[in-house]
């Protein structure tokens, strides 16, 4: 019923940008906190940037002052931007949120599938 779904995701030479993007469907009351996580094929998945309802704004340190997390709540949607990339930003990047439904509970966190993004040198 609610499903999210990345796009964006590319191979980039290091210093590039790319901007990914998140968009939520089905039926649903209120999207909360929306996040953006990454996973490199030998480490454990980590929590890169974070917008809360309210659009307060929060970053890995490894990202600060590259990143840009930002959200279209008319469009449901949550962008990263992401500039000076660097090999070490490769990774498999999911979009991630808690959102209110019918469900039970009615609030449920969710998971997108994920997008490839690779930085080459």
């Known amino acids: 019923q609610v499903q999210l779904v990345e796009s964006g995701g590319d191979l980039v030479q290091a210093g590039g940008s790319l901007r990914l993007s998140c968009a939520a469907s089905g039926s649903f009351f209120r999207i909360d906190a929306m996040n953006w996580y990454r996973q490199a094929p030998t480490k454990q998945r980590e929590l890169v940037a974070t917008i809360s309802g309210g659009s307060y704004t929060s970053y890995a340190d490894s990202v600060k002052g590259r990143f840009t997390i930002s959200r279209d709540n008319a469009k449901n949607t949550v962008s990263l931007q992401m500039s000076s990339l660097k090999p070490e930003d490769t990774a498999v990047y999911y979009c991630?949120?808690?959102?209110?439904?019918?469900?039970?509970?009615?609030?449920?966190?969710?998971w997108g599938q994920g997008t490839q993004v690779t930085v080459s040198s």
């Open positions: 991630n949120a808690d959102i209110w439904s019918r469900t039970v509970p009615p609030v449920r966190n969710y």
